[in-house]
């Protein structure tokens, strides 16, 4: 993933932005820039590696040298952002959250306007903020140019752009992921993460709709484009991804998972445990949900060692990302030996860490692990946001078991079957999950009572990767 944070200020912009960007190093751990704006000394940009070193780290040496009363900031887990340009629109800084599928087809139609070359990233490909940037040049305003992007780009983008007159943000036209605007006496703030603002003094003004598009300068907000009715935001938001402390679309991450280990509760059949854990950190909410309702005690058998361990899904590496997911969790012993547990992960993707960590449980000398994943089985890779590393369908779980059920690969209709609950298919498929990972027992979260956690309307919300409905 990624995430992004501007500022337009009546003073310096640069510790509003600096501390708003780092609230957003859980969404990427690879690359991270910013760029602010002041009219006596223009633009001034810094573009720093983070893999191995926390933002503010490699941050804290450039805020002598930023001076501006606008700016952005952005985490990526990807291309190189914020990015400086030049255009006939005059010179602005862009950058962006999402993912285009449909690069190339992009790419060609740059060409065809009159461009002739992109830069080249280390990885072979071009960078995507770029080419959201040159579709932007072609128009003939920064509004227009806006309104081609989302009329143009397959997949989801949201855009955050930098211009001496104040910044520019635009939400995806499904409105996938979220853009917030806060405001205080000095002026506004846009983030991804509504927590990035409330201790810098924000108030929530506007959780900006789908397709919205606003102009911000340091006095007002001026919305210049309105929002569309459709609205499909990714529901990993609150299972996973979305940092505890932030609230969408009304909705706060914290009160959906608690919510959500409690409906979990109440479908569960009866089970007899010692005590509940999650699986730290964004099951740890869900568990706490489960267990008041189920009135079991809540217990953290390991505990995540914090200061130094990223969230394991980020390295590219399987091996590395294994790796990760074991060393960063350190048991306690004392509250695992002779213990039958019942342990709550926010999701079963590939099936490698939650098996290890079960495996590690039984290792400590646990009786019983028994699994409530707080989602339903994914079913299919994500095509909208880049919160996975997956680059197939059978890096899931799920998947592999069904091809191996079926002996083959399986139709749609075969597909539909296996993500129903009330199927035999479904039931065939969980126990196979269960015997491979060595679980006692494994019952995951309905889409149904998921979706009522969340508490918005079913048609506004992204439920591909589990039922492969768009």
């Not at 990624?2 to 969404?27: E, K, R």
């Not at 990807?78 to 190339?104: K, Y």
Request: charged share 25%; net charge negative.
């Amino acid at each position: 993933m990624s995430g992004f944070f501007g500022v337009a200020s009546t003073q310096s912009c640069v510790l509003d932005l600096f501390f708003g960007t780092d609230y957003h190093s859980h969404l990427g751990t690879r690359r991270a820039g910013m760029a602010v704006y002041g009219k006596e000394h223009g633009f001034e940009r810094a573009i720093h590696n983070i893999e191995n070193t926390p933002f503010r780290t490699k941050f804290d040496r450039d805020l002598s040298k930023f001076r501006g009363n606008l700016g952005i900031g952005c985490i990526s887990d990807f291309e190189a952002q914020p990015l400086l340009m030049h255009s006939h629109l005059g010179s602005f800084a862009i950058t962006t959250v999402g993912r285009i599928n449909n690069l190339e087809e992009l790419k060609d139609l740059c060409f065809q306007a009159g461009m002739t070359h992109f830069l080249e990233m280390s990885s072979g490909g071009i960078n995507p903020t770029e080419l959201v940037a040159a579709l932007i040049s072609l128009k003939d305003s920064f509004l227009e140019g806006l309104q081609f992007v989302q009329e143009k780009v397959k997949g989801s983008l949201s855009v955050l752009l930098l211009t001496p007159e104040g910044l520019w943000a635009s939400r995806d036209r499904l409105g996938r992921t979220p853009v917030i605007v806060g405001h205080k006496e000095s002026g506004y703030c846009v983030t991804f993460e509504s927590s990035a603002f409330l201790n810098l003094g924000y108030e929530h003004v506007m959780d900006l709709g789908p397709g919205e598009i606003v102009f911000v300068t340091p006095e007002r907000l001026n919305v210049m484009q309105q929002p569309q009715k459709d609205m499909r935001i990714c529901s990993f938001l609150w299972v996973y991804y979305g940092y505890p402390t932030s609230t969408y679309e009304g909705v706060n991450v914290e009160v959906m998972r608690n919510r959500c280990g409690q409906t979990l509760a109440r479908r569960d059949a009866a089970v007899d445990v010692d005590s509940v854990a999650g699986v730290p950190d964004s099951g740890t909410a869900h568990a706490v949900g489960y267990a008041n309702e189920k009135q079991i005690p809540f217990s953290r058998p390991f505990i995540k060692y914090t200061p130094t361990w990223p969230r394991s899904f980020m390295p590219t590496d399987q091996s590395q990302r294994s790796m990760i997911a074991k060393m960063k969790l350190i048991p306690v012993k004392d509250l695992i030996r002779d213990q039958r547990l019942l342990l709550i992960d926010d999701s079963i993707v590939r099936g490698t860490q939650l098996g290890e960590t079960t495996e590690f449980l039984y290792h400590s000398g646990a009786r019983e692990v028994h699994v409530r994943p707080a989602c339903p089985p994914i079913m299919y890779g994500c095509k909208y946001l880049n919160f996975s590393r997956s680059t197939s369908d059978y890096d899931l779980i799920t998947r592999r078991v069904i091809r191996d059920l079926e002996g083959g690969e399986p139709d749609e209709a075969t597909l539909k079957r296996y993500a129903d609950p009330d199927t035999p298919e479904y039931a065939a498929m969980c126990e196979e999950i269960r015997r491979r990972s060595d679980f006692t027992t494994l019952r995951y979260h309905r889409l149904d009572d998921m979706i009522e956690s969340i508490g918005l309307p079913r048609e506004s919300l992204c439920t591909y990767c589990w039922n492969g409905e768009e």
